[in-house]
């Protein structure tokens, strides 16, 4: 059983045929299909019949971004200069209440449609503020669809608009209204108020994190300075509060506390230009890894584009220009070189965005990236000239990145000369598939030669490759790419996969489609499957991305009784099964180790595709995972201790 983070609704297939000659054929053909086959969805019917073209899916991440739609709304009043003040609470009974200060939904009655404002928001698909730019300069929420979304969504949802000295309330119930808008009282304030339940008829799993929701929503307050941003959750009794007067630099703080930043104070640059805001803030830490993250309107423009090219060629132009008036080298750098060890916050606000690529993540206004160049490239000479000291510092780590850059790729061509994909030129220690489709061919990473043995032995050899792994490899954190290329675990793994790494990394030439990390189920397998994590996250994430990366679950426990065998994958699951099958009578094996498995009871469970547990790998936010990392993997001891200690509570199954 595999176990995806989520399954995207492709849409309905579309069966192709072969098209025959003769009237009489097609007229057949016709009759098939008249005006009587035609559905026509109306209101919200479209947005239930098809919810995950509206949201991405109804796993874990739809649901949370239900409530990043209603927060979206109040962010937009924010970017205005209308709201100060967001609250998102988890209501005891797992509904969610968001709540702000700004200036309420309209209520009044539209001209043309007849009805109170705010029932068309709450109601029509592409209805709202965010097509008038009188209203709207700048908005996150583009499309007019994420409450009337939610409400579609919603087993039942509420609305309180303070506005005008009145309270209004609707309610709605699966997206229809059950009442017109009414005045229920009378206030002093403005805002609005959106209580919702999502529907167990569309999710399987209604239950919110407030881990998840204060994550994001952290972010935002970050990326609205001084924007006070209140987290409750009511089944707990826990409270979370973020205004950060410092904006995107507290950001780049946030992010570098685990980190030896070599500059106390981070870059920050601020200007408009012709309407598009830009703010950028940077600073470099001892560390190798380039941690950049880049917004448009609060969105997260993970797939970057043309605002995140305007400042990488500015940063890297700036760098080769102040090294050359200075006579620091000779050498031009590359970019990779000046973004070693940086970490950086771009957040645009851009009155018409246009967006592009797979996740329509990626920024495609052509006008914005001289913005960001000019902008940025002026203001960051100016400071590397008033700041001779820092500016040192700076030229120092990109030239020694520099250095070691070419060590790589010394390293790296050595590298690629072995990952041709004729057999002879693999790992020895490799037992590859027959299998030369990627989309049919797993690679199984197994801890230790013992385990690694007994893999080879069970696998399917048409469609799985094993590659044992001896002993703990590098852990890439503490180390540059020159040194990651001369460890001879990863440079196997590598080669294996045929894609090469970083920069270089080409998915297109990915071996296998399906990466899975197989390691003993105590502190030493766990250490190991962080490594390689680790590993894949910092040079191969376009690989995590794709969702070709998993952890197998080998079970802890074999239980045998009157010649039925059982296994289990943890201490609940045992104590369960025995109170089923009797304590009486049964024999309990405790696995120490993969190695401990015969190839047969290998196969059956974790390896065989009809019967194995499989965990996706998936990233759902990106400087959450970077902050994990640097904190379990970095140089610094003490957020790793206060990290073992704030978490120790949650292990389950801890074998030393």
């Not at 300075?225 to 987290?231: D, E, P, S």
């Not at 509060?241 to 685990?258: C, D, P, R, S």
């Not at 790589?408 to 057999?423: E, F, I």
Request: charged share 25%; proline share 3%.
């Amino acid at each position: 059983m595999e176990e995806p983070i989520s399954n995207f609704n492709q849409g309905e297939a579309v069966k192709s045929h072969t098209e025959t000659s003769g009237v009489q054929n097609n007229a057949s053909k016709s009759k098939d299909y008249s005006a009587q086959n035609i559905t026509v969805l109306k209101g919200l019917d479209a947005v239930r019949s098809r919810p995950s073209m509206y949201i991405g899916d109804v796993s874990s991440r739809g649901l949370h971004h239900l409530v990043y739609e209603v927060v979206d709304n109040s962010i937009d009043e924010a970017l205005t200069g209308n709201c100060t003040y967001i609250s998102v609470v988890i209501n005891k009974d797992g509904s969610v209440t968001v709540s702000d200060d700004g200036r309420g939904i309209p209520v009044d009655m539209h001209p043309e449609e007849g009805r109170s404002a705010l029932e068309l928001v709450m109601t029509v698909l592409h209805a709202g503020g965010k097509f008038d730019k009188k209203t709207y300069k700048v908005s996150g929420g583009l499309h007019g669809v994420g409450i009337s979304v939610v409400n579609a969504l919603s087993e039942y949802l509420q609305v309180k608009v303070m506005r005008e000295g009145k309270v209004h309330y609707q309610k709605y119930v699966r997206g229809k209204p059950k009442e017109d808008v009414k005045v229920i009282g009378d206030t002093n304030t403005n805002g609005t108020i959106i209580t919702f339940m999502p529907d167990s008829q569309i999710f399987n799993d209604t239950n919110f994190s407030f881990e998840i929701l204060t994550t994001r929503l952290r972010e935002l307050a970050f990326l609205n300075k001084n924007l006070k941003i209140v987290v409750r959750d009511d089944r707990s009794d826990t409270e979370q509060t973020f205004q950060y007067e410092g904006g995107i630099v507290q950001f780049v703080k946030h992010l570098n506390k685990n980190k030896n930043p070599l500059h106390d104070s981070p870059v920050y640059v601020s200007k408009t230009n012709n309407d598009v805001e830009v703010e950028v803030a940077l600073q470099y830490n001892e560390g190798y890894q380039e941690n950049i993250h880049s917004f448009v309107n609060n969105i997260n423009t993970v797939e970057g584009g043309t605002h995140y090219t305007g400042f990488a060629t500015a940063l890297t132009r700036g760098i080769n220009d102040y090294i050359k008036k200075n006579k620091m080298g000779d050498e031009k750098l590359s970019g990779s070189d000046v973004r070693e060890g940086l970490t950086a916050i771009i957040s645009l606000k851009v009155p018409n965005p246009q967006f592009e690529g797979q996740t329509k993540t990626k920024l495609g206004n052509s006008d914005v990236k001289g913005y960001v160049d000019t902008i940025f490239y002026d203001a960051f000479v100016t400071f590397l000239e008033e700041n001779p000291g820092t500016a040192k510092i700076i030229m120092s780590k990109c030239l020694t990145a520099a250095k070691a850059r070419e060590a790589a790729r010394k390293a790296r061509d050595l590298t690629r000369r072995k990952s041709a994909l004729d057999s002879a030129s693999l790992p020895g220690k490799l037992a590859d598939c027959q299998s030369k489709d990627p989309a049919m061919s797993e690679l199984y990473i197994v801890e230790g030669n013992s385990a690694g043995g007994s893999a080879k032995d069970a696998r399917t050899r048409k469609t799985q490759a094993i590659l044992p792994l001896r002993g703990k490899v590098l852990n890439v954190e503490k180390a540059r790419l020159d040194k990651i290329f001369e460890n001879k675990e990863i440079s196997s793994m590598i080669t294996a996969l045929g894609a090469q790494v970083g920069n270089d990394f080409d998915i297109n030439k990915l071996r296998y489609h399906k990466i899975v990390l197989m390691a003993d189920a105590d502190v030493d397998g766990a250490h190991i499957t962080c490594l390689l994590l680790t590993f894949f996250y910092r040079y191969m994430r376009p690989l995590i991305e794709a969702g070709y990366l998993y952890i197998a679950m080998p079970p802890l426990y074999k239980i045998s009784k009157n010649k039925k065998i059982f296994y289990v994958y943890s201490d609940e699951q045992l104590e369960k099964l025995l109170e089923e099958v009797g304590r009486d009578g049964s024999t309990v094996q405790r696995y120490k180790g993969l190695g401990e498995m015969n190839p047969e009871q290998l196969w059956e469970t974790t390896m065989d595709p009809e019967a194995r547990t499989l965990k996706q790998v998936s990233i759902s936010n990106a400087a959450e995972a970077d902050e994990i990392f640097s904190v379990l993997m970095g140089e610094e001891v003490i957020p790793r201790r206060n990290f073992i200690l704030e978490n120790a509570k949650f292990v389950r199954n801890l074998d030393v």
